[in-house]
């Protein structure tokens, strides 16, 4: 089964006490209350309490300030998930699972801490933030007072006024160190281009965000599409495509879908292990296998994903890219090989699973990406297998498959996958044989052609993920090529 990466962005803050407020929020800010199905948008100047088990996050360009009863305060910034975890009368207890979030914390208060997946930061009398990333690596800056940090191997530091440190996900901190930065800005997102495009990956899924994405994007866009076709079940789609490269070793592309009142996405991250060429496809023809000898300039090291409906989701993550000698003297090739490459999918309820990404399915080790074999597989987390369905409903020549996954506990995902011309016909192999028209060659057919995958999923709640793309962007693009 071929699957569209992604990647979404979700987090949770949660105030404990009280009094703790939300005090005020810029942009797009959703509240999910403890035990509630679902976020709640906020609107600007309402003061919105906050209780334990409460989870914040913010979209692009959007922050939110919480004030406690101490007098404390603290900032969410852009692109961040962020959840208090507890709030009682002698402390209080913070966990961001991805983004920034600025502490200004008042002398003599209550126990005040900030958790990552990586680091804890105990305070009392401090202004400091605190940051983590995607992969769970934490930074810690202090800029009065001092933070107490610690790390996942039970390493600890007195980080002072001016210092920073950095705490690796499951490995040691760095010694801390002067800060060469003043106070950054939290209006701005963590991380630099290439981070804050990875985040956005995770982050955006709402149809607002996504749009307002778009629009800001197309004016920079490398290749970009517009087309209406019909669909496998026809329905008219409006697709609108492009790609840009967010930094200078990244390219993104990301595609629309406008059925009626209907809104369904997808966007996958490419980071290379180096600045790309003015022409992309120097880079992409031959990023999966490279035939010959030589290694290519340029490899994949991590793909990030999200295909969604704006409810539901599918989610790929892949890590530790590079690009393995085959060994063979007679075919010599270089295939991309992955360290780590996970699935996930979620619906409402599973939105906040793994940092966002939702409900892990599972995880292949040493992937070969262009022969598809791994050194690992593993499911929900266990080496156990899965009963998997396949068929062609339209026919063996025909190009449409299915194919559905059941778990241990019962969780399913099924896929369908068409290939089909602009007016919603099927494409068989009968098509190739009648020659597709007088003079057309197959690189011309690809024009007219469209992919669909269809995503369902007992996670979904009947709803389905429908994405419909053209091969002709991906053809410009390098990603399909004809010999």
């Known amino acids: 089964m071929r699957y569209l990466f992604?990647?979404?962005?979700?987090?949770?803050?949660?105030?404990?006490?009280?009094?703790?407020?939300?005090?005020?929020?810029?942009?797009?800010?959703?509240?999910?209350?403890?035990?509630?199905?679902?976020?709640?948008?906020?609107?600007?100047?309402?003061?919105?309490?906050l209780a334990p088990g409460d989870e914040l996050r913010t979209a692009r360009a959007s922050t939110a300030d919480i004030f406690?009863?101490?007098?404390?305060?603290?900032?969410?910034a852009p692109l961040s998930a962020f959840k208090m975890t507890a709030e009682n009368k002698d402390s209080v207890s913070l966990g961001l699972y991805f983004g920034r979030v600025r502490s200004w914390v008042k002398k003599f208060s209550k126990k005040f801490e900030v958790r990552t997946p990586s680091a804890v930061c105990a305070v009392r009398g401090t202004d400091f933030m605190v940051s983590a990333d995607a992969d769970g690596n934490s930074r810690?800056?202090?800029?009065?007072?001092?933070?107490?940090?610690g790390d996942s191997r039970g390493n600890t530091a007195l980080v002072r006024e001016g210092q920073f440190s950095d705490i690796p996900n499951g490995g040691s901190m760095r010694e801390p160190g002067d800060n060469p930065n003043e106070p950054g800005d939290m209006n701005s997102a963590v991380g630099d281009p290439r981070q804050a495009a990875r985040a956005e990956i995770y982050g955006e899924i709402s149809k607002e965000d996504v749009l307002?994405?778009?629009?800001?994007?197309?004016?920079?866009?490398?290749?970009?599409?517009?087309?209406?076709?019909?669909?496998?079940?026809?329905?008219?789609?409006?697709?609108?495509?492009?790609?840009?490269?967010?930094?200078?070793?990244?390219?993104?592309?990301?595609?629309?879908?406008?059925?009626?009142?209907?809104?369904?996405?997808?966007?996958?991250?490419?980071?290379?292990?180096?600045?790309?060429?003015?022409?992309?496809?120097?880079?992409?023809?031959?990023?999966?296998?490279?035939?010959?000898?030589?290694a290519p300039a340029w490899y994949l090291t991590e793909m990030n994903s999200v295909m969604s409906n704006t409810l539901d989701k599918v989610t790929e993550d892949a890590a530790g890219g590079s690009m393995e000698y085959n060994g063979s003297l007679t075919n010599p090739a270089y295939n991309l090989v992955f360290n780590n490459y996970s699935f996930y999918a979620a619906g409402p309820a599973e939105a906040n699973d793994n940092g966002g990404l939702g409900k892990w399915l599972w995880t292949k080790t040493n992937y070969n990406v262009g022969t598809n074999t791994t050194g690992g597989l593993t499911y929900l987390g266990q080496p156990t297998a899965i009963i998997t369905d396949q068929s062609s409903p339209s026919g063996?020549?025909?190009?449409?498959?299915?194919?559905?996954?059941?778990?241990?506990?019962?969780?399913?995902?099924?896929a369908q996958d068409f290939v089909l011309f602009d007016d919603g016909d099927i494409l068989s192999l009968g098509d190739f044989s009648?020659?597709?028209?007088?003079?057309?060659?197959?690189?011309?057919?690809?024009?007219?052609?469209?992919?669909?995958?269809?995503?369902?999923?007992?996670?979904?709640?009947?709803?389905?993920?429908?994405?419909?793309?053209?091969?002709?962007?991906l053809k410009d693009a390098g990603l399909l090529r004809f010999e």
């Open 68 to 76: 406690m009863d101490d007098g404390s305060r603290v900032k969410l």
């Open 396 to 414: 063996s020549d025909v190009f449409h498959t299915f194919t559905k996954n059941t778990y241990g506990d019962g969780t399913w995902i099924g």
């Open 212 to 294: 307002a994405r778009a629009q800001e994007e197309m004016q920079s866009a490398e290749y970009q599409m517009r087309k209406t076709a019909i669909d496998a079940f026809g329905n008219r789609v409006r697709m609108e495509e492009y790609t840009i490269r967010p930094a200078d070793n990244q390219f993104k592309y990301v595609v629309l879908n406008t059925r009626g009142d209907r809104f369904d996405f997808g966007k996958i991250l490419f980071t290379f292990n180096a600045a790309l060429p003015a022409d992309l496809s120097q880079a992409t023809a031959n990023m999966i296998t490279s035939p010959g000898a030589t």
């Open 6 to 49: 992604s990647l979404i962005l979700l987090a949770a803050l949660c105030p404990g006490l009280r009094a703790a407020y939300i005090d005020s929020v810029r942009g797009n800010v959703d509240l999910k209350k403890s035990g509630a199905p679902d976020w709640t948008r906020l609107a600007d100047g309402e003061k919105t309490r």
């Open 140 to 149: 810690v800056e202090v800029y009065e007072g001092s933070v107490l940090a």
């Open 434 to 473: 009648s020659g597709l028209g007088a003079g057309e060659t197959v690189d011309q057919v690809t024009d007219r052609l469209n992919f669909e995958r269809v995503y369902t999923s007992s996670l979904f709640g009947g709803r389905t993920i429908d994405v419909m793309y053209s091969a002709k962007l």
